[in-house]
């Protein structure tokens, strides 16, 4: 595993400074922790008849989360901790590959288990936060996956700052990832996804992603974003978002949200891409209905790193819509059972269509998929917080493979203190 020594060294100086003042009374108070229990399976059926025809695999994984809290003074030190560790209960016969456990690449398997320890020291002086260490970010730049067992885990720095009234100033630095199923830290990628038109000259790996941006509240119903990121070598790109809600009457609202993204490449790969997307939600007690539009433009798919969750309003259970030239649309229903009285049980279902896919030679790229969703958190007792969702998609398209699949996730998550 490389590491960054000024990274290292920032880390170690804020980590040293917080465990001398650990008797520190907010230091103790504030902290939390927690233990989850998350059990995976996972089951992708190919239905075209070649190829691999099935992966299909279950795990058990923990993740023990801890977070202390600042230590006193105009400036307050902490650090965090997320511990992980995943086995495999059932996986063989050439089913391997859901993305779940780590490649046993020896046998074309997967291995029996993995874990992993990534530390976070921070910083906090007013209502702005720095951290250095291991990082799971979510913005319209960079954002984690947590989709399989283990979650996507960056090491870097990141700075927050909040100290000015509706503004969420946000930059980072990261120069490794540990990816859902994998068990150290690596160069990130740029993805290549099928039919982006995407190549890269040479190899493609990149050690360097920074990013900075932030979003401004400029009415109560209006928020603006903007963010600017660059994965070294790979592209540059420029995000705009717009973010508007309307009240209407009780319980009645109507959701706008506008996304435009210009990616191009810096040097190592042939980047060129215009990325426009809109979401309008209607919502009515425990009732949403949502509607789509998404469009690629450009020499290029979307420009996103590899493993992670891109900013774009069509990105679902397996596909992402962003092929170089794709339009595609999105029809999305929601319905909270809280509204009638069972608190905690959730349900959602969505279909989208792509098409005007550029294939070269061959005729326009079509797809579709259809996903539904179906969760359930105990809200109290003995069980509250045991959480059942079991996610269901089907994709097809005349490019590449057709695929039905199936997940069935039941998590368990204990307060520690």
Request: aromatic fraction near 10%.
């Given at each position: 595993?490389?590491?960054?020594?000024?990274?290292?060294?920032?880390a170690a100086g804020t980590l040293g400074l917080t465990l001398s003042q650990v008797a520190n009374?907010?230091?103790?108070?504030?902290?939390?922790?927690?233990?989850?229990?998350?059990?995976?399976?996972?089951?992708?059926?190919?239905?075209?008849?070649?190829?691999?025809?099935?992966?299909?695999?279950?795990?058990?994984?923990?993740?023990?989360?801890?977070?202390?809290?600042?230590?006193?003074?105009?400036?307050?030190f902490g650090v965090d901790a997320l511990a992980t560790f995943g086995f495999k209960l059932d996986?063989?016969?050439?089913?391997?590959?859901?993305?779940?456990?780590?490649?046993?690449?020896?046998?074309?398997?997967?291995?029996?288990?993995?874990?992993?320890?990534?530390?976070?020291?921070?910083?906090?002086?007013?209502?702005?936060?720095?951290?250095?260490?291991?990082?799971?970010?979510?913005?319209?730049?960079?954002?984690?996956?947590?989709?399989?067992?283990?979650?996507?885990?960056?090491?870097?720095?990141?700075?927050?700052?909040?100290?000015?009234?509706?503004?969420?100033?946000?930059?980072?630095?990261?120069?490794?990832?540990?990816?859902?199923?994998?068990?150290?830290?690596?160069?990130?990628?740029?993805?290549?996804?099928?039919?982006?038109?995407?190549?890269?000259?040479?190899?493609?790996?990149?050690?360097?992603?920074?990013?900075?941006?932030?979003?401004?509240?400029?009415?109560?119903?209006?928020?603006?974003?903007?963010?600017?990121?660059?994965?070294?070598?790979?592209?540059?790109?420029?995000?705009?978002?717009?973010?508007?809600?309307?009240?209407?009457?009780?319980?009645?609202?109507?959701?706008?949200?506008?996304?435009?993204?210009?990616?191009?490449?810096?040097?190592?790969?042939?980047?060129?891409?215009?990325?426009?997307?809109?979401?309008?939600?209607?919502?009515?007690?425990?009732?949403?209905?949502?509607?789509?539009?998404?469009?690629?433009?450009?020499?290029?798919?979307?420009?996103?790193?590899?493993?992670?969750?891109?900013?774009?309003?069509?990105?679902?259970?397996i596909g992402n819509f962003a092929a170089k030239d794709e339009t595609s649309w999105q029809a999305?229903?929601?319905?909270?059972?809280?509204?009638?009285?069972?608190?905690?049980?959730?349900?959602?279902?969505?279909?989208?269509?792509?098409?005007?896919?550029?294939?070269?030679?061959?005729?326009?790229?079509?797809?579709?998929?259809?996903?539904?969703?179906?969760?359930?958190?105990?809200?109290?007792?003995?069980?509250?917080?045991?959480?059942?969702?079991?996610?269901?998609?089907?994709?097809?398209?005349?490019?590449?493979?057709?695929?039905?699949?199936?997940?069935?996730?039941?998590?368990?998550?204990?307060?520690?203190?």
């Amino acid at each position: 595993m490389r590491k960054t020594s000024l990274a290292l060294a920032v880390a170690a100086g804020t980590l040293g400074l917080t465990l001398s003042q650990v008797a520190n009374a907010e230091f103790i108070k504030d902290s939390k922790a927690s233990l989850e229990a998350r059990n995976f399976y996972f089951n992708r059926d190919f239905r075209e008849g070649t190829g691999q025809a099935k992966q299909e695999e279950w795990a058990q994984g923990f993740l023990l989360r801890m977070e202390s809290g600042y230590t006193e003074g105009s400036v307050g030190f902490g650090v965090d901790a997320l511990a992980t560790f995943g086995f495999k209960l059932d996986s063989g016969d050439g089913t391997a590959g859901s993305g779940l456990l780590v490649p046993d690449r020896s046998s074309g398997g997967s291995q029996d288990n993995s874990g992993g320890l990534g530390l976070t020291a921070k910083a906090k002086a007013g209502e702005s936060v720095l951290k250095v260490g291991s990082l799971q970010l979510k913005n319209q730049a960079i954002g984690s996956s947590d989709s399989r067992l283990l979650p996507q885990v960056f090491r870097g720095g990141n700075i927050v700052s909040k100290d000015i009234a509706g503004l969420t100033l946000d930059a980072g630095y990261l120069d490794e990832v540990n990816n859902r199923n994998s068990s150290d830290y690596e160069d990130m990628t740029l993805n290549t996804f099928a039919l982006s038109g995407i190549t890269v000259s040479g190899v493609n790996q990149s050690n360097e992603f920074v990013f900075a941006g932030g979003n401004y509240k400029l009415s109560d119903s209006l928020t603006g974003g903007y963010y600017y990121s660059n994965l070294e070598d790979m592209y540059k790109q420029h995000s705009f978002n717009l973010v508007h809600v309307l009240p209407i009457a009780d319980k009645q609202s109507l959701k706008t949200d506008l996304r435009y993204a210009r990616s191009t490449d810096d040097g190592s790969s042939n980047i060129d891409n215009k990325a426009f997307g809109a979401m309008f939600t209607y919502a009515l007690s425990g009732h949403s209905l949502g509607l789509g539009y998404q469009k690629m433009s450009g020499d290029t798919g979307f420009a996103y790193v590899g493993g992670t969750d891109p900013f774009l309003v069509n990105y679902v259970q397996i596909g992402n819509f962003a092929a170089k030239d794709e339009t595609s649309w999105q029809a999305r229903y929601d319905f909270n059972f809280a509204s009638i009285g069972i608190p905690g049980l959730t349900f959602m279902t969505r279909y989208l269509t792509g098409d005007n896919i550029d294939r070269g030679a061959a005729s326009d790229g079509k797809e579709w998929e259809r996903n539904m969703d179906i969760a359930y958190v105990v809200q109290e007792g003995a069980l509250k917080n045991l959480g059942v969702k079991w996610r269901n998609a089907t994709m097809r398209n005349n490019f590449g493979r057709d695929i039905d699949e199936n997940r069935l996730i039941v998590s368990y998550t204990l307060p520690l203190f």
